[in-house]
C-alpha cells in the first residue's frame, strides 16, 4: 500500500508517525545488501504512476488530472528473495498549475538525490524544456552538496509508435553533451553528479488501446506495450545491478534500511526547502553564468572603488587609491589636524570640513562606480533589466563604508573634545599654582583654611569665565532654525519628485519657525498642537453642504451645543488625530535628543511619515466614519511647521544637555584639582605625598590612553563587524525566513507585533555573533599594551632616580623625610622628571612597540604645577610603588571591558539606523516597505495576511485573509479618497502611486509559498493574536487547522506578554542577547 512522504502546502515531510509506520514493515531490520530506491519524475499527466504500477505492481493512484501531490512511496519485497526496494512517484513537473520553476526544481532534485535510478517519464521527443530544468538541477546539485551516489537517470519516452531507437537516441547524445559542458562550466565532471548512458532511452508504445465496438468505446492494455514494459523492468534490475556492483568497491551500501533512507531524504528535504529557492530560480545554465558574471563585474567595480586599482587618482605607487585609503587619510589629517589645533572653534571648523570632503569623496567614487559598471557591463549579452538591478545595489557598499569612515571620525572628535575641555582647566589651575610658587620662592606657606580660600576663589573666577565662554558656543534658536531650514528645504527639494502627498510639499523659511519660538500664544501664533480645537475645525475640515445645514437646523431646534457633526469632530474626531500627530512628533524628538543630531536622512524619513503615515491615518482610518473631509494642503502644512518647530525644540534640547555635560565634566575635576592644588600651597605636605598625587594624575592621564585605544579598538571591531554582516537590504528576508518561514511561532509573534523591533532583535543577535569571533584577542592585545606602559613607566622613574642620587649623594644632604633639605640649591623640580620622561622616549626605543610605549608616556604626562622634590630617591619609591599598585589592581581590567562594551554597544545601536529601512507601509496589509536608501518607489517581498495587523471585516469582525497577491485581491475594487470605488492597479495610481508596479516579476510560486506559510502561522499563534486584537473574532477556516495545527507548539495568551515584554525592551534599547 504507497504511503505519502511529502505532503501539505507547502510540502513537509512525513515526521514520526511515518517512521512508527516504517519500524512496523520492518526499517529497523538492516539488510546487508541495502535497498534499492527507485523514482520517476515528469511531466504531469504523463502517466507516471501507471508506469510504476505496470513496471513493479504498486498501487498508486491512477486518474485523469493530477492525481499525485507531493511525493508517494511503495515498498517492494520480491517473493525470491533478492533486494527489498522503495519505488517513489512524484508530482507532475511543468503544468499550468505547478508552482513555478523552483518547484519543479525542488520535486526533481528531491528524487535525483534520494535514488538510485530515476525514470524520466517524457510523453513525445526529448525536449528543450526538459534539458533547462536537467541543467539547474545539476547546478543546485553543485552546491548544494546533497548526493551520497551518483544517480542514474534513464528516459522513458511514452506513446511512441515509430520506435526506432536511433533519433532519440542520437537526441540524448546531443542532450548529454550538453549537460557536459553545464557541468565543467560548474567545475565538475558530469559523472560526479548523475550517470547517464548515451543509450539510456526506452520507447514506449501507449499503454491504452482503444477502439469502437458495436457504439461503445473499448479499453484495454495492449500486449505490446506488456512486452515492451518487461523489457524495461528487466533494464532496470540490470541497471540497478551493475551500479550496484560499482558501488560496492566503494564501500558500504548507501541505504542499509529504510529508516536510514528516510533521515536521509528528511534532511535533503529541509536543506530544498531552506535554500532550494536561491539556486532554482533561474532558467538555464546560460543564464545563471550571465547573471554571475555581471554580479562579479559589480562586485569588481565595487572592490576596486573601494580599495583602490589602476585608474584615477593615482598614488606613489602609480595605482589609484580607493575609498577606503583616501577615507581614512583623510580622517586621519583631519585628526593629526584636530590635535594641532584643539580649541573648541578650530573642532567645529575641522569637523564640518572634514564631513563636507567625506560627502564630496563619496560622491566622486559613487559616479566614478557607476561609470566603470557601465563600462565593464557593456556588453549586449546583458539584459537592461539585470543590469539595472546591479546598478541600484553598486551604491550601497560606498553609502556603508561614508558612513562607517564618519561614525570613526566623530569618535575622535568627541573624545579630542572632552579632553581638550579638562586640559584647559588643567592647564589654567597649574599656572595659578606656578605663579603662587613663582611670588612665594617655592617655599609652601599657606595654612589649610587659606588654601581652602585661595582655591575657591580661583575656581569661582574660572568657572564664570568657563560659563561665559560655554554660553558663546551654545547655539541658539535662530541659528538652529536657520540651519533646520536649509536641512528640510533641501530634503523638501529631493522628495517633490515623488508622488503623492509628498508632492504638496512646499519649502518654509527660518521666519515661520522662528514665529514659534517660546511657544504659546503670547507670541502671537501658536503651533499646530496649541491650537483650540474649533480652530482646527475651522482651518483643516471641510463639513460638506449637507452636514452645514444640519448644523444650522439643529442650532435652530436646541439650545444646547450639540451641533451634529461639528460637535462629534471636536469630542471625537479631532482629539484623536490631535493624539496621532503628538505622538509622532514626540516620537522624533526623542530620536533627535538619543542622537544629538539632525540630518538629511532623518529629515527626508520625518517628511515621509507625517505625508504617508500620519496624513494616511487621517484620511483612512481616523475620519472614514465621519461625515467629513479633511483640507489636505493645509493640514500638510501646518503638520510640516510643526515637525520643523519639533525639530529645533530638539535640538535646543541637545545644546542644553551638551552644556549641562560641560559643566558636569568641569565640576567633576574640581576635587582633583582642589586636592592638588591644597597640595602644592600648603606648608605640611612632603614628598610621599606629592608623589602620590602625581602618580594619581598619571594614572589619569594614562586612563585617558586607554580610553583612546577603546576608542580605537571598538571601531576597528566594528568595521570587521560591520564587514561580516549580510546585505543590509536582506534584512527583512532574513527576518521572514527566521521566522514565518522557520515555524517559529514566538518569532512570529514578535514579527507582528513590531516589524521594526523584530528587525533590530535579529540584527543584535547577528552583530553579537561576529563580534565575538573578534573582541577576546584584540582586548588582551589592548590589555598588554597598557599595562607594559605602566612598567616601563616603573623603570623609567627608577632609572632617573639613580641618575640623580649618583650625581647628588644622598648623605650629603641633611635630609628630613617630612618637610625636605633644609637647603634648596641640590632641591630638584618634577620638571626635571617630565623632561627626563620626554627625552627618554626619544633616546631609548628600539622597537616599534616600545617607541610607542615611550611616546604615549611623554605625551600622557599629566599637567602640574613646578613643584620641588627635595628627595628624588623617596619621591621616585614612592612614586614607583604607587604606579605599580595601579598596575596590579582590577581597575585597568575592569576598565577596559566596561567602556568597550559601551563603545560597541553605542556603535551597535548606531550602525542599526542604517539598516533600519524605510518607514513606508503596504496600502492593502501594512507590510513594511523592505527596501534601504533612497528610493522613490515602495516594494514589499513578502506580504502579510491584513489580519496579522489587526484588520477584520467591519460588520462580521472576521479576520481578514485576501493575501495582498492572491487573484481576489488583484481583482477586487478598493474606495479611494475621493469616495470612489476602483480596480487595484487605478486605486493604487490614485492614492498610492509611490506602490506601483505593485508585482514585480511574480510567477505567483513565491506567493503561494508566502500564503502557505501565513496559514499555518495564523493557525498556531491565533489564540494570541485574536487577545491582542480583540474583539477580532475566529474566523479561521477547519481545514488549516487540520493541515497547520502544531499541537504542543501553538502559542497561547501567554506567549502574548513574552513577545510584548521584548518588544518593549527592543524599544528601550534596554533588551540584551542571550549571546553576551
Known amino acids: 500500500q504507497p504511503f505519502q512522504l511529502l505532503h501539505s502546502r507547502p510540502l513537509q515531510m512525513a515526521g514520526g508517525f511515518l517512521r512508527g509506520v516504517l519500524e512496523s514493515i520492518g526499517a529497523p531490520d538492516t539488510d546487508p545488501r541495502g535497498i534499492y530506491v527507485v523514482s520517476v519524475i515528469g511531466a504531469q499527466s504523463s502517466a507516471k504512476s501507471t508506469l510504476l504500477n505496470f513496471l513493479f505492481g504498486c498501487g498508486f493512484a491512477v486518474r485523469a488530472g493530477r492525481c499525485t501531490r507531493g511525493l508517494y512511496a511503495s515498498y517492494l519485497r520480491p517473493a525470491n528473495g533478492s533486494r527489498p526496494m522503495l519505488v517513489l512517484d512524484s508530482e507532475g513537473l511543468l503544468s499550468l498549475g505547478s508552482e513555478g520553476s523552483v518547484f519543479d526544481g525542488q520535486i526533481a532534485l528531491m528524487c535525483m538525490t534520494c535514488s ?14 526538459l534539458q533547462d530544468l536537467l541543467e539547474v538541477c545539476l547546478f543546485a546539485m553543485r552546491h548544494l552538496r546533497l548526493t551520497r551516489l551518483q544517480p542514474r537517470l534513464a528516459f522513458v519516452l511514452r506513446d511512441q509508435h515509430d520506435r526506432s531507437r536511433t533519433v532519440h537516441e542520437d537526441m540524448l547524445k546531443q542532450m548529454r553533451n ?36 458495436q457504439g461503445q468505446e473499448v479499453c484495454w492494455t495492449s ?136 560627502a564630496c569623496l563619496r560622491d566622486e567614487f559613487v559616479a566614478q562606480l557607476e561609470e566603470i559598471f557601465q563600462e565593464r557591463a557593456s556588453s549586449p549579452r546583458f539584459s537592461a533589466t539585470a543590469k539595472e538591478q546591479a546598478k541600484q545595489q553598486i551604491r550601497t557598499p560606498i553609502e556603508w563604508a561614508f558612513e562607517n569612515h564618519l561614525y570613526t571620525w566623530k569618535l575622535h572628535l568627541k573624545k579630542a573634545s572632552d579632553e581638550r575641555a579638562m586640559h584647559e582647566l588643567w592647564v589654567h589651575f597649574t599656572g595659578v599654582l606656578n605663579r603662587h610658587l613663582a611670588r612665594s620662592g617655592h617655599r609652601s606657606c599657606l595654612s589649610e583654611a587659606e588654601s581652602h580660600e585661595l582655591f575657591e576663589g580661583e575656581w569661582r573666577s574660572y568657572e564664570a569665565s568657563y560659563r561665559a565662554r560655554l554660553s558663546t558656543l551654545i547655539k541658539e534658536w535662530q541659528t538652529l532654525a536657520h540651519e533646520v531650514t536649509l536641512l528640510f528645504n533641501h530634503a523638501v527639494g529631493k522628495l517633490q519628485h515623488e508622488a503623492g502627498a509628498l508632492a504638496l510639499l512646499k519649502e518654509v523659511g527660518p521666519q515661520q519657525v522662528a514665529l514659534h519660538q517660546g511657544r504659546g500664544r503670547s507670541n502671537g501664533v501658536a503651533t499646530l498642537l496649541e491650537q483650540t480645537d474649533e480652530e482646527w475645525a475651522e482651518q483643516y475640515f471641510y463639513l460638506g453642504f449637507w452636514n452645514t445645514v444640519k448644523m444650522k437646523g439643529l442650532a435652530l431646534l436646541q439650545s444646547a451645543e450639540s451641533d451634529g457633526a461639528s460637535s462629534i469632530l471636536r469630542t ?23 542622537r544629538a543630531v ?44 510643526a515637525l520643523r518647530v519639533s525639530c529645533v525644540e530638539a535640538l535646543v534640547a541637545v545644546e542644553e544637555d551638551k552644556q549641562r555635560g560641560a559643566m558636569q565634566d568641569m565640576l567633576a575635576q574640581k576635587a582633583l584639582i582642589e586636592e592638588h592644588f ?76 513590531d516589524m521594526n523591533a523584530y528587525l533590530e532583535k535579529c540584527y543584535l543577535t547577528v552583530f553579537h555573533q561576529r563580534k565575538r569571533a573578534y573582541i577576546g584577542a584584540a582586548q588582551s592585545r589592548v590589555e598588554k599594551r597598557v599595562l607594559g606602559a605602566y612598567r616601563l613607566l616603573v623603570d623609567v622613574i627608577g632609572t632617573w632616580a639613580r641618575r640623580e642620587v649618583e650625581a647628588t649623594p644622598r648623605a650629603s644632604l641633611g635630609l628630613d623625610v617630612a618637610k625636605g633639605p633644609s637647603s634648596a640649591l641640590c632641591q630638584k623640580s618634577i620638571k626635571d622628571l617630565k623632561d627626563f620622561i620626554a627625552t627618554h622616549a626619544e633616546d631609548v626605543p628600539r622597537s616599534a612597540d616600545s617607541a610607542e610605549a615611550h611616546r604615549q608616556l611623554a605625551e600622557r604626562l599629566p599637567a602640574t604645577a613646578d613643584f620641588q622634590i627635595t628627595d628624588p630617591q623617596l619621591f621616585a619609591e614612592t612614586l614607583q ?92 475594487t478598493y474606495e479611494c479618497k475621493d469616495g470612489t470605488w476602483r480596480r487595484l492597479e487605478e486605486y493604487l495610481r490614485s492614492d498610492h502611486p509611490s506602490w506601483l508596479p505593485f508585482v514585480r516579476d511574480d510567477t505567483g510560486a513565491s506567493a503561494e509559498r508566502d500564503v502557505q506559510h501565513l496559514r499555518a502561522a495564523w493557525v498556531n499563534c491565533r489564540e494570541a493574536l485574536l487577545e491582542y486584537f480583540s474583539p477580532m473574532a475566529d474566523g479561521c477556516p477547519e481545514e488549516w487547522v487540520e493541515s497547520f495545527l502544531e499541537e504542543g507548539r501553538a502559542l497561547t495568551k501567554a506567549d502574548l506578554q513574552v513577545a510584548k515584554d521584548t518588544i518593549r525592551k527592543l524599544r528601550n534599547h534596554t533588551w540584551a542577547s542571550s549571546i553576551d
Open 881 to 972: 610603588a604607587r604606579i605599580s599598585d595601579f598596575a596590579d589592581s582590577p581597575e585597568i581590567r575592569a576598565r577596559l571591558a566596561n567602556k568597550l562594551d559601551k563603545a560597541l554597544r553605542e556603535q551597535s545601536v548606531q550602525a542599526w539606523s542604517l539598516i533600519r529601512g524605510c518607514s513606508e507601509h503596504c496600502p492593502l496589509c501594512g507590510s513594511k516597505c523592505d527596501l534601504v536608501g533612497e528610493h522613490a518607489r515602495h516594494h514589499c517581498s513578502h506580504h502579510l495576511f491584513p489580519a496579522f495587523h489587526g484588520w477584520m471585516d467591519r460588520n462580521t469582525g472576521l479576520p481578514s485573509f485576501n493575501h495582498c497577491l492572491g487573484h481576489e485581491t488583484r481583482e477586487g
Open 572 to 594: 471625537n474626531i479631532i482629539p484623536k488625530i490631535r493624539q496621532a500627530v503628538q505622538q509622532g512628533l514626540q516620537q522624533l524628538r526623542s530620536e533627535i535628543v538619543s
Open 178 to 213: 550538453h549537460l557536459e559542458v553545464a557541468a565543467r562550466t560548474l567545475g565538475s565532471p558530469l559523472h560526479e553528479l548523475i550517470l547517464l548512458d548515451s543509450t539510456a532511452v526506452f520507447l514506449l508504445p501507449s499503454a491504452v488501446t482503444s477502439e469502437l465496438r
Open 223 to 358: 500486449e505490446l506495450f506488456a512486452r515492451e514494459v518487461l523489457h524495461l523492468r528487466s533494464e532496470v534490475f540490470r541497471w540497478l545491478g551493475e551500479d550496484s556492483s560499482k558501488r560496492s568497491d566503494r564501500g558500504p551500501h548507501e541505504f542499509s534500511s529504510l529508516a536510514t533512507w528516510l533521515d536521509y531524504a528528511a534532511n535533503v528535504w529541509e536543506t530544498l526547502d531552506q535554500f532550494g529557492e536561491q539556486l532554482l530560480h533561474y532558467r538555464t545554465i546560460h543564464d545563471i553564468e550571465l547573471r554571475r558574471e555581471l554580479a562579479d563585474v559589480a562586485k569588481t567595480a565595487v572592490r576596486d572603488a573601494l580599495d583602490g586599482t589602476g585608474g584615477k587618482g593615482e598614488c606613489e605607487g602609480g595605482t589609484a587609491a580607493g575609498f577606503h585609503a583616501r577615507a581614512r587619510q583623510m580622517v586621519d589629517s583631519f585628526v593629526a589636524r584636530m590635535h594641532a589645533n584643539p580649541s573648541k572653534l578650530d573642532l567645529e571648523t575641522t569637523d564640518l570640513e572634514l564631513s563636507r570632503a567625506l
Open 678 to 753: 591644597l597640595l602644592i600651597v600648603q606648608a605640611n605636605k612632603g614628598d610621599v605625598e606629592r608623589a602620590t598625587n602625581f602618580a594619581t594624575l598619571y594614572n589619569r592621564s594614562l586612563m585617558h590612553w586607554l580610553d583612546h585605544e577603546v576608542t580605537q579598538l571598538a571601531a576597528d571591531v566594528r568595521s570587521q563587524v560591520l564587514h561580516e554582516m549580510p546585505d543590509p537590504q536582506k534584512a527583512s528576508e532574513r527576518a521572514f525566513q527566521q521566522s514565518f518561514a522557520a515555524r517559529s511561532w514566538p518569532d512570529v509573534l514578535e514579527y507582528v507585533l
Open 598 to 641: 539632525l540630518d538629511e536622512a532623518t529629515a527626508a524619513e520625518s517628511l515621509r511619515h507625517i505625508t504617508c503615515t500620519i496624513l494616511h491615518d487621517m484620511e483612512t482610518r481616523l475620519i472614514t466614519d465621519a461625515s467629513v473631509s479633511l483640507k489636505r494642503p493645509q493640514m500638510l502644512h501646518a503638520l510640516h511647521v
Open 116 to 129: 538510485h535510478l530515476v525514470l524520466v517519464n517524457h510523453k513525445g521527443e526529448l525536449s528543450r524544456q
